[in-house]
């Protein structure tokens, strides 16, 4: 059975607007709501979320998992995501493009419950209790490609990866960011994206393949205007 945000905290991220409306203010994500849920993969360590004052803390061990939430139904988030993420340690860079060895210390996750036939988790996600995902965009820290390289994701057709930041990071600094989802998706799938069909963000961090050890942060995610 698919959870949904309660309504008291949907209009909180909608900066309370009615539901068939656009939001014309900030969905601000706030880690310490009760609708973040953790997506494990069969058979991997799962790594560990900690809130960390404002920030989420994501610990990865040889292991891999997601930390998400479903966005409010019948509402249009503003097109613009942005966050600061801190990376504190990690292990040596990998490729993303290479299936079984794209690790990374940090990544942020767009979902689009897009038509199809399939979705990331297979037809029966939703049944699974797995979010049922067509489109998706990440966002990587950690990568050997640099910064602005756009990739296939290796094990999905329907998925893009984008390195924001590539072998130039530097550990123990915050880094700003903001996307303009429109524009990554038109770039990476050659259309525009039906913006209501976004319905969930996520957080992760990968150290499965090589077996490394990574610690990261996150905060003041947000979905505001241009």
Known sequence: MRHRLPAALALMLAGAVPHHAAASEGWHLPFEAPVW??????????????LNGDALQVISDGSVSFRYMELPRNSVPPATLSWRWRVDRHSPLASQAQKGRDDRPLAIHVWFDTQGRASLFGNLASLTGRPKIGHLLTYVWGATEPAGTVLAN????????????????????????????????RRAFGTAPDMSALRYIAISADTDDL?????????????DMP
């Open 37 to 50: 849920r953790t997506l494990k993969i069969p058979g991997a360590r799962e790594n560990q979320f900690r």
């Open 154 to 185: 290796p094990y999905y057709d329907k998925g893009r990866v984008i390195v924001v930041v590539g072998s130039d990071g530097r550990t123990g600094q915050w880094r700003d960011v903001r996307r303009d989802v429109v524009e990554d998706y």
């Open 211 to 223: 077996s490394g050890r990574s610690s990261a942060f996150v905060r003041a995610l947000t979905f």
